[in-house]
């Protein structure tokens, strides 16, 4: 074969994987009846766990399905059945469901365990590629995930096989999922060191600056004394306070504007004054977009990004300056 041929040959073959995979998937879809529904009323009935028990290939979709299981609302795990027989059985009690996988249906190891699960009175759903296999038999419910052939060229190597009994065990996560309300938050919780839950489950309060990280200064401050403030305390902002009731709010931006109109050539009002007379009420920005403290992070960059802001004051019900936030303090929290 020359070199020249065997990259074609390459993406020919994985072209041709992808395809029958993608087709078995399609009749996974087709052939889906009440059985699914059946297996989704028992487990989501289920006052126990949902146990995966799988061998070879089998276990390990198994063990992802049982993950998925777990981070989506419904308390699982999986079982090796070789262990399984040797002491790892005591994991499963009464009020458990057995997802046996198995696309023969005829696993040794799986039913070597089935006559003791049934005395538990554990409840079986199987999910095998024959509704006659002896797994079937013996199953409270049978999801047939069957394939006309393997994407492997000698029909051997699981492959079509694995995808759709994964894409099974993703479906009814799924829809357990959609049909209980399972919400952003309850996943986030499930995932409090990953990305999403730390950006689902952080809030403002937990990485804004404040007291004295803070700068507020009054509106009859100098623009000047104001800038020193907003250098010192480094957030590209000072904020306008009455007490401690938010007025307005200066920035790098509006400082860059008020430069501008002091030039030589300007027209404006500002452009006849002397920057040491200017207050920074004068130039300040009111009415400012704020947030309250109780607000998720990710609010306060939805804000961020609507508004084309890089800062924001956080104030209490009462409007009362309470801290500041801005991107940086964002992408410190691994927010951004």
């Known amino acids: 074969m020359s070199t020249y041929s065997m990259p074609n040959n390459l993406l020919?073959?994985?072209?041709?994987?992808?395809?029958?995979?993608?087709?078995?998937?399609?009749q996974l879809a087709e052939k889906l009846d009440q059985s699914f529904v059946d297996a989704c009323t028992l487990i989501q009935n289920c006052t126990g766990k949902v146990i995966l028990i799988g061998m070879g290939?089998?276990?390990?979709?198994?063990?992802?399905?049982?993950?998925?299981?777990?981070?989506?609302?419904?308390?699982?795990?999986?079982?090796?059945?070789?262990?399984?027989?040797?002491?790892?059985?005591g994991m499963i009690e009464q009020n458990d469901i057995a997802i046996c996988i198995s696309y023969s249906g005829e696993s040794d190891e799986i039913m070597t365990l089935v006559p003791v699960i049934k005395r538990l009175g554990v409840t079986i759903i199987g999910m095998t590629g024959n509704k006659d296999s002896a797994i079937a038999k013996i199953s409270n419910v049978h999801l047939d995930v069957g394939v006309e052939k393997e994407a492997c060229p000698h029909n051997l190597a699981p492959t079509s096989s694995t995808t759709v009994a994964l894409a099974m065990g993703?479906?009814?996560?799924?829809?357990l999922l959609n049909n209980k309300g399972f919400s952003p938050d309850d996943f986030a919780r499930s995932h409090p060191s990953g990305a999403l839950g730390r950006r689902l489950l952080t809030f403002v309060n937990s990485v804004m600056?404040?007291?004295?990280?803070?700068?507020?200064?009054?509106?009859?401050?100098?623009?000047?004394?104001?800038?020193?403030?907003?250098?010192?305390?480094?957030?590209?902002?000072?904020?306008?306070?009455?007490?401690?009731?938010?007025?307005?709010?200066?920035?790098?931006?509006d400082l860059r504007r008020v430069l501008e109109t002091l030039a030589p050539n300007s027209n404006s009002l500002e452009?006849?004054?002397?920057?040491?007379?200017?207050?920074?009420?004068?130039?300040?920005?009111?009415?400012?977009?704020?947030?309250?403290a109780d607000k998720p992070a990710m609010a306060a960059v939805a804000m961020m990004d609507e508004f084309n802001l890089n800062s924001l004051p956080v104030v209490d019900k009462n409007n009362q300056v309470v801290g500041a936030i801005n991107t940086h303090t964002l992408m410190q929290a691994k927010i951004i």
């Open 271 to 292: 452009g006849q004054q002397n920057i040491q007379d200017i207050t920074i009420g004068a130039v300040m920005t009111k009415n400012c977009k704020s947030i309250s």
């Open 12 to 26: 020919n073959s994985a072209k041709s994987v992808i395809l029958t995979e993608a087709q078995a998937l399609t």
């Open 57 to 89: 290939k089998s276990g390990h979709i198994g063990n992802k399905i049982a993950a998925t299981f777990a981070s989506t609302g419904t308390p699982a795990f999986a079982v090796h059945p070789a262990e399984a027989g040797h002491g790892d059985l």
């Open 170 to 175: 993703d479906a009814l996560a799924i829809s």
């Open 209 to 253: 600056k404040t007291g004295n990280d803070v700068p507020i200064v009054s509106s009859n401050t100098q623009l000047l004394d104001a800038l020193l403030i907003m250098s010192q305390k480094a957030l590209g902002m000072v904020l306008i306070t009455h007490g401690k009731t938010l007025q307005g709010i200066f920035t790098d931006g």
